[in-house]
């Protein structure tokens, strides 16, 4: 029997320009899992270089390594500072579900 030879994927290979990275952090925040959010923002910050990215947001290298993981559970004042380094913006739209009657109630 022939053997498969595999090797480990990387997204941030394949994340080569500001589309794909909005793209890929589109889906994560659509699917609504806070530790996938936070792992695609880790692999957009390693497309980048996590070095620029850490001296653009003001935050530690080896922090973000750690928070922008599978397991990290970064802050939302870490996140948003890694998304505006990135230059990228976090945006709101209503949802299909969200009634007229509801957004009324909103002042």
């Given at each position: ?44 910050a ?28 970064p ?33």
């Amino acid at each position: 029997m022939k053997r498969t030879t595999t090797r480990p994927w990387d997204p941030a290979d394949h994340l080569t320009s500001a589309e794909d990275a909005v793209a890929y952090l589109d889906a994560a925040l659509e699917a609504g899992e806070p530790q996938l959010v936070a792992a695609v923002l880790g692999d957009i910050a390693r497309a980048a270089g996590m070095s620029t990215v850490a001296a653009a947001s003001g935050l530690g290298r080896e922090s973000l390594y750690k928070s922008l993981s599978v397991n990290g559970n970064p802050e939302f004042a870490t996140v948003l500072k890694v998304i505006e380094a990135l230059g990228l913006r976090l945006r709101v739209s209503p949802t299909a579900g969200i009634s007229a009657a509801s957004a009324g109630n909103l002042r």
